[in-house]
DNA sequence: CATTTAGTTAACGTCTTTGTTAATATTCTC
DNA sequence: GAGAATATTAACAAAGACGTTAACTAAATG
């Protein structure tokens, strides 16, 4: 995680999911978390590309690294914990809003004034 | 809505979120749908620009406009009816493999073999 | 009908992102 | 220890995103 002020993380984390091979990425980590090389077979990249795409989901808070003792070559990566509460957050903030709108428009179009009927 | 491939749109959408004046543009338009206008008084941006955002929202299938009979200078924005539909759904799929790697864990954590003893 | 109003599109410069090739750790294996 | 395996960083070029200024369309307004 990289980013501070929320409103940016929450940027970055969109940015990271605009992008297929990073969402594969997640996927696939959310299957189980799994080495570079393991993530590497399945979206058909080159090392260096995967390792900057790694970058780029670290850097938005998304996954998460961790060594291992069996190779210390080898990190394991990881979705982390709370990786999508911004954007769930966000999201659901997005739904308020928008049952807000309907419950109005119902409002409007059941007002005793107008008795159901609308404009057009 | 401009992008095909379901894949396209969902990152387009993820794209267009990522944008903190997009963002703040669209919780206005769940508002109330607006001109151009007036979300240019709130987004303080050279109309421009906001019509280059409008443009990036439109194509993601995030907003719609329509014109009005008033006057015909005029669109007005409003979200889409189902614009978070894609991201909702790929949302809620990422929520499913995380519960089942939870499960996963938690079965493997209370196998019998290890009586809930972990590793570390 | 000229002017103003509302808004979009075009052209340009800048900054960012992305992939590739090459170079750099670090550690396992023989 | 030499060499292979695992992965990351650096440097570079190509492509895309974003804001600005300028030019443009279309319609309201006097």
Redesign the pocket.
């Known amino acids: 995680m990289d980013q501070h002020s929320p409103t940016l993380q929450l940027s970055?984390a969109f940015?990271?999911l605009?992008?297929a091979?990073?969402r594969d990425m997640i996927r696939m980590l959310l299957q189980k978390p799994r080495?570079?090389?393991?993530l590497?077979e399945c979206v058909d990249?080159?090392?260096?590309?995967?390792?900057?795409?790694?970058?780029?989901l670290r850097k938005a808070g998304l996954v998460s690294?961790q060594g291992i003792?069996?190779?210390?070559?080898?990190?394991i990566?990881s979705v982390h914990p709370n990786a999508f509460q911004p954007v769930q957050q966000w999201m659901a903030q997005v739904e308020d809003l928008w049952r807000r709108q309907l419950q109005a428009f119902k409002a409007f179009a059941e007002s005793p004034r107008r008795s159901g009927k609308l404009k057009a």
Chains 1, 2 share one sequence.
């Open positions: 970055a940015a990271a605009s992008d091979s990073r080495r570079a090389g393991e590497a990249m080159s090392p260096q590309a995967l390792s900057r795409h790694l970058r780029v690294e003792e069996e190779d210390a070559r080898v990190r990566y």
